[in-house]
């Protein structure tokens, strides 16, 4: 087992990067509502000296497991940052300016120029939304289920389109293009809906809010790539193809990368090791 580890404690998952004896990374998730079960299982690896921690729920961390192991603090945005920089670097991708928007339980996007990045701003529309209003809508609150529901549903009779409301018009914009979130229910009064189609019209809803913020602070920054991150993300194919039509659609470039759900505690690592792409 490792020497050094890097946790990320979230709102909602707490992820964990390691090397393994072949310098490969190893990781894994924890729930944060659970976090007895991470300190189990950095109990049951005593060879763990030294840990890196970021994320809102560290303080919460550190009550469970203070007093274990050499602890190192990196700020989340900072930890972030560092993961994305060297998963990026790790795919090949090098962009001198982008944004970098993470769908966690909430949302925070950044933007990076060189070797600088600030975080820009977020929103409260996030992984957590998406859970929240599944479960409101239609009772189900396990991420996986939501997940592949999503993809089965379908949001023509929920969601208003520019279309409908030009009915044998010219559109003065994409026909296709959402013009109100779930907007067809008041105009039809039709209120039952099945669950995957609820459930995919919460996670368009989700997916085109980021991507909306995402793409104004792109012009802002004149920055032609945003890369997605963040455990909402995770095989959810659904989600990310809405994300990145609607990216494309306004004439950006959308970046999904591997292991985008662990950058936190990829940076929180690197923060304490000198693991570097050779
Ligand atoms: N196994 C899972 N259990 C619960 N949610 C999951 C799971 N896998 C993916 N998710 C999704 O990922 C989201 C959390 O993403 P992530 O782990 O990046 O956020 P976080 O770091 O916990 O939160 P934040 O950064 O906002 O504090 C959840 O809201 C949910 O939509
Ligand atoms: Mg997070």
Do not use: C
Not at 223 to 251: D, F, P
Request: proline share 2%.
């Amino acid at each position: 087992m490792p020497k050094a580890i890097g946790i990320d404690t979230g709102g909602t998952l707490t992820k964990v990067a390691y090397l393994d004896e072949h310098n490969e990374l190893i990781l894994t998730t924890f729930p944060s509502n659970d976090l007895q079960t991470v300190k189990d299982w950095i109990l049951n690896n005593p060879d763990i000296e030294d840990i890196g921690v970021t994320g809102g729920r560290t303080e919460q961390l550190l009550n469970v497991i203070k007093k274990m192991k050499s602890i190192h603090y990196i700020v989340e945005f900072e930890a972030t940052i560092k993961g994305v920089r060297f998963l990026l670097k790790k795919e090949g991708h090098h962009f001198d300016r982008s944004m970098i928007t993470n769908i966690g339980t909430g949302t925070s996007i950044h933007y990076m120029e060189g070797n600088s990045d600030i975080r820009v701003g977020g929103t409260g529309v996030g992984g957590g939304t998406l859970i929240g209003l599944s479960a409101l809508t239609t009772g189900i609150t396990d991420y996986n289920a939501i997940r592949e529901m999503a993809a089965e549903g379908n949001r023509e009779d929920i969601d208003l389109r520019v279309r409908d409301i030009y009915q044998g018009m010219d559109t003065p914009i994409d026909g296709h293009l959402t013009a109100s979130n779930f907007g067809k229910v008041g105009i039809t009064e039709d209120i039952r809906h099945q669950p995957e189609d609820i459930i995919a019209t919460v996670q368009g809803l989700v997916g085109e809010v980021i991507t909306t913020l995402s793409i104004q602070y792109a012009e802002e920054k004149n920055a032609q790539h945003i890369v997605y991150i963040g455990s909402t993300l995770s095989n959810n194919e659904h989600l990310m193809n809405v994300i990145a039509n609607y990216t494309r659609t306004k004439k950006h470039t959308p970046v999904f990368i591997n292991d985008h759900g662990f950058s936190g505690a990829v940076g929180a690592l690197l923060n304490i090791t000198e693991y570097t792409i050779v």
